[in-house]
């Protein structure tokens, strides 16, 4: 994923990664040269959920 932003002009910086829970992670990029451009993710181990409903 990196690669394919990065021929578009986008250098990104994983400013924090969180592992508040076991098998949930949080992370916060952003663009070196835009740092108001940014994005947070979240997500789980789908393998560690299977076969869970979610609401």
Sequence with gaps: MQK????????????????????IWSVHVRDRECPMLFAN????????FAGQRTR
């Design 41 to 48: 993710g979240k997500r789980g181990d789908p393998a560690r």
């Design 4 to 23: 394919t932003l990065a021929s578009r002009g986008f250098v990104l910086d994983e400013s924090s990664w969180l592992n508040p829970v076991e098998s």
